[in-house]
């Protein structure tokens, strides 16, 4: 029995007198299609082209052999997470997830993609901790200058790691922007090696291991899911590369936004150096971390140290002084949000300092030591105090 010709859906064809048309193609089992005698050579081969592309398109779908996956699965989840600690905005989640499904499938065992989890998180973080180690701050600043939202995490991370301690790096993986900020962040500390190891391999173990165990639970669910994207003709990496884009998209349009914001309130170091020597200068805020201010003692001369816990404490006789914030971070989102709950409470002469306390040195501006505590005591001069309860200069 002869096969009836088939009708290509929509295929435009070059014709030499330029026009498209519809062309019937003959499809034999196990071949290529076949055209009819009414095409050219060159139609022909367009056809053709076309055929094979789609036809190889549609098997890479989401078909996968077990033998594949068997295979290559533990190293395709050891390059994935590896190359999403190293700071790579690629989510290594929905590829744990895939391979629990594999693993709910019989087609890899659950131990062989655990171990290559639990491995590439240690040796992305043992990486980002010895350079911590080795480089200091200077790591964390150039973290955030290629990154979107790691400036706030600092600030965050100081302030848990304060509370919580090593214990921090079990959650440290759930939590956006932290588990990237996490391992440079203790490495500028003086937590021993071994303490920092223990509590990482414990943090990464619970975070592989429960992803898998989400892609184990809903492995059907997810075969579902794939099956359902191939039937519209898109691939499931063509999914996840949509998300990541749109995802990284959206950061990069708040990074420029929040840029345009920034340029309308900060100032440069030489705005600030000119602006101490006039007649009326300014109020300078130090909005460091404690245990940066304590490891690093020194600031702008006249800083206030601020507690940004406590903002509401800032004295209201300041509304009628300029008001100039700095941190640590280049991209100032920690003054930036001291900004913001200042203008809340009525302040509006507030400056943030481009660069922060790095751009100043950097200019060559001179810097004073903190006070020691003892000397804060015996002074009486509320200046020193670490949260805003100082008063407004005369």
């Known amino acids: 029995m002869v096969p009836q010709p088939l009708l290509a859906p929509d295929i435009r064809i070059p014709m030499r007198n330029a026009r498209t048309r519809r062309v019937p193609l003959l499809t034999l089992p196990g071949s290529a299609p076949l055209l009819v005698r009414q095409c050219n050579a060159s139609t022909r081969v367009s056809i053709a082209l076309y055929s094979f592309v789609e036809d190889k398109r549609s098997q890479l779908l989401i078909t996968v052999s077990p033998g594949l996956i068997s295979e290559w699965g533990a190293l395709v989840v050891f390059l994935s997470v590896l190359v999403t600690q190293l700071g790579a905005p690629v989510p290594a989640a929905p590829m744990l997830l895939l391979a629990g499904s594999q693993v709910a499938a019989g087609f890899v065992s659950f131990g062989s993609v655990f171990v290559a989890a639990v491995a590439a998180v240690l040796i992305s973080d043992g990486l980002w901790f010895a350079l911590g180690r080795h480089y200091g701050r200077r790591i964390l600043t150039r973290l955030v ?17 304060e509370r919580y301690g090593a214990p921090l790096l079990l ?41 898998l165990a989400g892609g184990t639970l809903f492995g059907p669910q997810l075969t579902r899911m794939m099956t359902l994207v191939s039937a519209h003709g898109i691939t499931v990496v063509e999914v996840l590369l949509a998300v990541g884009a749109f995802f990284a998209a959206y950061r990069w349009i708040q990074r420029l936004r929040f840029r345009r914001w920034l340029a309308h309130i900060r100032i440069t170091p ?30 702008i001369p ?17 509304l009628e002084h300029d008001l ?43 810097v004073e030591s903190l006070p020691m505590a003892t000397e804060q005591e015996g002074s009486g001069d509320d200046r020193d105090e670490v949260t805003v309860r100082a008063v407004a200069p005369n």
């Not at 200058?145 to 790691?161: C, E, G, M, N, P």
């Not at 990237?180 to 021993?192: F, M, Q």
Request: net charge positive; with cysteine; proline share 7%.
């Open 324 to 366: 100039v914030v700095y941190c640590v971070c280049p991209n100032d989102v920690t003054a930036k949000w001291i900004s913001q709950q200042m203008r809340r409470k009525g302040f509006r002469h507030v400056r943030a300092l481009k660069g922060g306390l790095d751009a100043w040195e950097h200019h060559g501006y001179p």
């Open 145 to 161: 200058r290629v990154s979107l939202s790691l400036d706030s995490s600092i600030r965050r991370t100081h302030a848990w790691f």
């Open 270 to 299: 030489q705005q600030l150096d000119e602006m101490m020597r006039s007649e009326q200068p300014p109020v300078i805020l130090d909005a460091r971390p404690q245990a940066v201010r304590q490891a690093e003692p020194h600031r």
């Open 171 to 211: 959650v440290a993986k759930f939590v956006p922007g932290l588990g990237l900020i996490a391992s440079p962040l203790l490495g500028t500390t003086k937590i021993d090696r071994r303490i920092f190891f223990s509590w990482d391999i414990a943090g990464g173990a619970m975070w592989s291991g429960a992803w």
């Open 302 to 318: 006249g800083a206030i140290p601020i507690d940004l816990a406590s903002p509401a404490k800032v004295d209201e006789a300041l």
